[in-house]
């Protein structure tokens, strides 16, 4: 697998820093994701995987640090001096929730065509005449309704376009969710844990319609995600958090076989890790080797050396 995220990388984090008071979510975090590549952030409960991408997004502004998006061609947005809204519309960064945020009580198509009012309003020319009148704007409705059929179509829910997004089952607005946001026309979409609460067959799903994101769109995915059968099985990247830290970064080869990353799962002391790194392997992180259901989130620390670490 190549490992050329870092000599033209669709995003640059350098430095990040996000402190709350006295609580530091995230230190010093440097990594770069690859263009048309999964880039995987994963690491323990409250490692610092989310607030990673508030960052991102702008939700929150880092303590300190820069976030760099580089759009091919050269053209280089420092997304810590952006609001949230301008991300969205000029670094076309595109995002999901942990907890899933679809409008419930709008339609499926509604929820679609919402994600892009952007581009409809700005055709109607911000006026009522421009909305009923204008020739421009019905070509780009139309445009729209096109992007919102495709990507029902993707994403397998067209057959509920007209039901409330809200009454779909779970895996069918996670999937819902993906599609809203590939409506903005990102270039970078940022998922977190997509995978939640799908079953394994819905996970194999996922794992199909992001490998067709990524090279059928020549997206760069940036994915949250606890759920090893999605992770292995698909990033051609992974960087791993541990107490908002990075503690390993390269291929999942490479990360899976990480000491440090088996620790800071495992919460296990030195002696005892090549047993359980062991146990891990057989069990865990080759998940995507093995039938059977997606093991669950791993545990915050528990042992001994839970007790010890300490947040700095
Ligand atoms: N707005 C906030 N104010 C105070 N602390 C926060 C805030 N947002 C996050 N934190 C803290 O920052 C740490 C990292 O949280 P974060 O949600 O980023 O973890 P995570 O890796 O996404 O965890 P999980 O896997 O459970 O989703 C946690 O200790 C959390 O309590
Ligand atoms: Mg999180």
Redesign the pocket.
């Known amino acids: 697998m190549s490992e050329n995220w870092s000599s033209d990388p669709e995003l640059r984090v350098e430095h990040l820093t996000m402190r ?2 006295g ?1 530091t ?2 230190g010093d975090l440097s990594f770069d994701a690859g263009r048309k590549q999964i880039t995987a952030l994963i ?10 991408f ?1 960052c991102i997004t702008g939700f ?1 502004k880092p303590t300190e640090g820069m976030i760099i998006h580089r759009h091919p061609g050269g053209r280089e947005f420092l997304l810590e001096r952006m609001d949230d809204f301008r991300i969205t519309q000029h670094s076309k960064v595109a995002r999901t929730f ?1 907890n899933i945020r679809l409008f419930g009580g709008m339609t499926v198509l509604e929820n679609l065509m919402v994600a892009q009012h952007n581009v409809l309003m700005r055709a109607s020319g911000y006026t009522i005449g421009g909305l009923l009148g204008s020739g421009h704007f019905k070509k780009r409705e139309a445009e729209a309704i096109e992007l919102a059929k495709y990507w029902l179509d993707k994403t397998g829910v067209v057959d509920r376009a007209d039901d409330a997004a809200g009454d779909l089952p779970y895996g069918a607005q996670r999937r819902l969710e993906i599609a809203r946001a590939m409506c903005t026309r990102p270039r970078l979409l940022c998922l ?2 997509p995978a939640a609460g799908l079953n394994p067959r819905e996970s194999e799903e996922l794992n199909k319609l992001l490998i067709s994101i990524r090279d059928e769109h020549d997206m760069a995915i940036l994915l ?1 995600e ?1 759920d090893m059968s999605v992770v292995m099985g698909i990033s051609d990247h992974i960087v791993v ?1 541990d107490y ?1 830290r990075k503690i390993s970064d390269g291929t999942p080869n490479h990360v899976k076989n990480d000491p440090a990353v088996i620790r800071a799962y495992l919460g296990v002391e030195d002696e005892q890790e090549e047993p359980i790194a062991q146990k891990l392997v057989a069990e865990g992180l080759k998940v995507h080797e093995k039938e059977g259901p997606a093991p669950r ?1 791993p545990a915050r620390r528990t042992t001994p050396a839970a007790k010890k670490g300490t947040r700095k």
């Open positions: 709350f008071g609580l979510a995230i690491g323990p409960n409250g490692a610092g995987k989310t607030t990673v508030n929150y942990q977190d844990e949250i606890h958090l908002g989130k």
